[in-house]
């Protein structure tokens, strides 16, 4: 049996293909002062259900994007290593964090495995590997279980429902924070929570579309 996300409590979403999903989670130390619930989900079915084509699908902005990650590394001093192909294929960790509920620590012990160490999770030994330091050593068969599948299923659909469309995403009084640039802004949002009712904030909220083939 699956279990709903609790839409009350302050949320974070993630996928461990994400680079800047890493970057974000290693300033931890900034975010608000909250019990964020962190929430797997699965980046591609997001992109599938809101029609959005990956930004790696894209040459010249998979090169970019590359690029932004480690100077945003750089620039923040945080450390950082590609794995050796990408995308990868993230479920087996995704589904590995679903099973053990992760919390904080565990999820950033998989993802500084990733993009600390540039290991590649789906290959057999180094998922092993990865089981074994985070402390499921039994973890190469708890991922082929149907139930954890079904709750990393339930993640994302429940993650769609609330409007989340990529990683990573803080959801707190019911506002959706997206991408690792966005921090300041959740920071200040945490303080001044009145500032998305404020005119300007409600108007631009709702602005109409000027062409008539956009669907909003």
Known sequence: MTVGIDARQPLWFYDFVSPFTY????QHDKWPGFDFVFTPVVLNDLY?????????GVPSKRTFLYRHALFRAEQLGIPYKMPPAHPFDS?????????ANGDVQFVREIFRFIWREGRDPSTEAAFA????RVGMPDGPEIVKSAAVLEQLQRNTADAIGLGVYGVPTFYL????????????????????????ESREVKR??????G???IQT
């Not at 599938?48 to 790696?56: D, E, I, K």
């Not at 590997?129 to 074994?132: P, T």
Request: hydrophobic letters at 45%; one cysteine or more.
């Open 23 to 26: 970057l974000l989670l290693e």
């Open 48 to 56: 599938r259900h809101w029609g959005q084509r990956p930004a790696y």
């Open 129 to 132: 590997e990865l089981c074994d």
């Open 91 to 99: 479920m087996k960790p995704l589904l590995l964090a679903t099973a």
């Open 173 to 196: 009084n019911d506002q959706l924070f997206w991408g690792e640039d966005a921090l300041p802004m959740v920071l200040y949002c945490a303080r001044t929570p009145n500032w998305l």
């Open 211 to 213: 062409l008539a083939n």
């Open 204 to 209: 631009i909220s709702s602005l109409p579309s």
